[in-house]
DNA sequence: TATTGTATACTTGTATTCAAGTAAATGTAC
DNA sequence: GTACATTTACTTGAATACAAGTATACAATA
């Protein structure tokens, strides 16, 4: 009946917010990938009925995060690497022509690009300050709001909204990975870099560095693999 | 209570097959953009509870085809010139990346590419029939097959249902413009050239006529829009 | 012991009921 | 006639009730 009395709380309904609730619950892990859940349970969790649930647990498997067994129950979805490896595709596909949109229009003079650098910059100083207490999660938010600022530079709430709902796919991996190998500073190495390549308007060099920045998650998902083999399917 | 139970009938939830129903009503114009429409209706028209149609309706709303307004009603989306630019770009930049994957694959003697070719050609030939007729559905459906086999060719299925998605905020448009301007024969000709630039694996040729062939809505919208100003917004 | 039929206790899918908000129609005072 | 309060008829949002499928436990039987 209420979820997030709590803070400020926008008009969203009750199934909205379960569903970022339950979305952030299996993105950061605390569902297991594989784990068996059911309806009822959120419900009692979430001290609402079956409805917002449902309407919740539907976008979610669409989003095909949850696999729904009719009449059995839902598990939380296994990650798949050939669904990684898509949304990864995806992902830099977007993320490129967006960057190469904004190097073309890049006119450091411009109040626009001088508030946008100057918001990089700043995330940049607190992904080294997360950095130091090592914390996974919190290197992810900043990460996060590393390349949406970017990508919302842009101007297109569509591409920004796709980018971010590939990402759910393949955010667990990345935080499995993180925690295994806190390979961190060479991340922020090459967010710097990318600012670099865009003060100078080099738009291959972006490019480039973004398409390899991408691609790690490709490389990561192989040792993961390995180490939490349950986590994983195909 | 039964919908469908005509044809063969996969286990489609009830709420899966209302979301088909009344997104294909919408993207045919049958639902007109701006009509105001209520859950009930969609019940009686489909013969079955609110539930399943909250279930379609609510996926509809995620995808920004149905305007909600809490306890007043619902609105078919009015196309926002806007959001067809972003959704423009975005199948833009994908299905050029894909095209690009393709070509760099492109191996003539491979048994995979001798079907794919084939099936192209085959579609093309049924797209100048359709032309002769003159249905803009049955075009746009035949142009809707063609750019489906191309993309379901690297294999990425989440591509080809992103691509999909942002088809369903570009597909009203051109509708318009076709029962307004029938170029059909200058699409089947870019078609044709696609097809010739994959062949002789001529990256660049087949980019640059992908983009201008995905970049016509731009152009068209300005003529649709002033011929039907109550279907637009923005 | 192994197998099979059956009751039972779950689940999700669907229908229905209830709550609460909106807007237009209606009535009333001035 | 006009401004304003109130009733009324609708809507979606949420909760509950019901239907139908699934898997397990277990007893009956060979």
């Not at 626009?112 to 919190?138: C, F, H, M, P, W």
Request: aromatic fraction near 6%; charge should be negative.
């Amino acid at each position: 009946m209420v979820i997030g009395m709590l803070f400020g709380e926008g008009k969203k309904t009750l199934g909205e917010q379960a569903y970022e609730i339950i979305r952030e619950n299996i993105l950061a892990l605390r569902l297991k990938p594989g784990q068996t859940v059911y309806e009822s349970e959120f419900s009692t969790m979430l001290n609402t009925s079956r409805t917002p649930v449902r309407e919740a647990v539907r976008a979610l498997h669409i989003e095909q995060l949850i696999d729904v067994l009719p009449q059995r129950g839902m598990k939380i979805a296994l990650i798949s690497e050939r669904k990684v490896e898509e949304t990864r595709f995806v992902r830099e596909s977007l993320e490129v022509s967006a960057i190469c949109k904004i190097v073309d229009q890049w006119e450091p003079v411009q109040r626009k690009y001088q508030d946008l650098y100057r918001a990089l910059t700043s995330n940049l100083q607190s992904q080294k300050e997360v950095i130091q207490n090592g914390d996974a999660v919190q290197f992810l938010q900043a990460d996060e709001a590393f390349h949406r600022l970017l990508l919302s530079a842009i101007g297109n709430a569509t591409l920004v909204s796709v980018v971010s709902q590939m990402r759910g796919h393949l955010n667990r991996v990345r935080l499995l990975s993180l925690q295994e190998i806190p390979y961190t500073e060479g991340l922020v190495r090459e967010h710097e870099q990318l600012l670099e390549a865009l003060q100078s308007k080099d738009r291959d060099r972006a490019t480039s560095i973004l398409s390899a920045h991408l691609s790690r998650v490709s490389e990561d998902i192989q040792v993961v693999k390995d180490k939490y083999p349950d986590y994983f399917t195909d």
